[in-house]
């Protein structure tokens, strides 16, 4: 069964103030098995992250329907699931990185890594150990791990972004540009987290500009321009 069928998905956004509707996305069509990445790719504006932002329901989709195979509710429909599943699957099972962090302010960097990990039900001990494990892994200073993300600059947010999310390896993960803002060395240490996170069997969804990123890692592309699959990253339209 897959884990993910996005089925004639569309979106519209109304402007009440302006009484004008314009469709952001329409006709997408993909699937995904446990453990597979799809890499969608095309230009600005083309409605990478209203797919994204849809799956994750930070925007209710308005045509086709998105199916996710859910550990708790079975195969459930993320278009008509009810508030409460939604914020269940947000805290166990769908994880979601933005390229922007958005986090509960006076909140320690190290106190939201932990926060994540006890939504879990984990022990204590395991929300302790887990999440220094996951602040080395991501190179964010010690120094940083008790000090307020407002002072963090762009690649730390992101990489404390990151950490916040994989630390629950939730079942779904989308992931929105993660590596934008990140120099090599940062970029690869991603890179290991999502191979990681695919061995152990999570699913995901990523938005990329750099393809050379996803080579190799990504196992479909969905194109933008095109609606639909390239088959090898470098068949991807420019557009
Ligand atoms: N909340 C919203 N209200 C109204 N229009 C929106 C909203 N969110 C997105 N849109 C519109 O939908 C279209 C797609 O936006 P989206 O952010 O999904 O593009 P994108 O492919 O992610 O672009 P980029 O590569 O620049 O991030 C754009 O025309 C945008 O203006
Ligand atoms: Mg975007």
Redesign the pocket.
């Known amino acids: 069964m897959p884990m993910l069928e996005i089925d004639n998905f569309g979106?519209q956004?109304t402007?009440h103030q302006l009484g004008t509707t314009?469709q952001?996305?329409s006709q997408i069509n993909f699937s995904l098995d446990k453990g597979q990445f799809i890499g969608i790719v095309?230009?600005?504006?083309?409605?990478?992250?209203?797919?994204l932002?849809s799956i994750y329901r930070t925007?209710l989709p308005d045509q086709g329907s998105i199916y996710f195979h859910s550990k708790r509710f079975g195969r459930i429909d993320l278009m008509k699931a009810t508030e409460r599943q939604i914020i269940y699957l947000r805290k166990h099972e769908i994880g979601y990185v933005s390229?922007f962090l958005n986090v509960m302010p006076r909140t320690t960097a190290r106190q939201l890594v932990e926060q994540a990990l006890r939504e879990m039900d984990e022990t204590e001990e395991t929300v302790r150990v887990e999440a220094e494990k996951s602040l080395a892994h991501f190179e964010l200073d010690p120094s940083l791990w008790d000090t307020f993300p407002n002072i963090f600059s762009g690649g730390e947010k992101l990489r404390l972004n990151i950490a916040i999310a994989t630390v629950k390896k939730p079942r779904l993960l989308l992931l929105?540009?993660p590596t934008a803002s990140l120099d090599q060395q940062s970029k690869l240490k991603v890179r290991q987290v999502i191979e990681k996170l695919k061995e152990s069997g999570t699913t995901l969804v990523g938005?990329f500009?750099d393809i050379e990123f996803m080579e190799n890692l990504c196992d479909k592309v969905f194109d933008?321009n095109t609606r639909q699959l390239a088959l090898l990253v470098g068949d991807v339209h420019e557009g």
């Open positions: 979106k956004f402007s314009r952001a996305v095309g230009k600005s504006g083309s409605g990478k992250s209203t797919i932002k925007y390229q929105d540009e938005i500009h933008m």
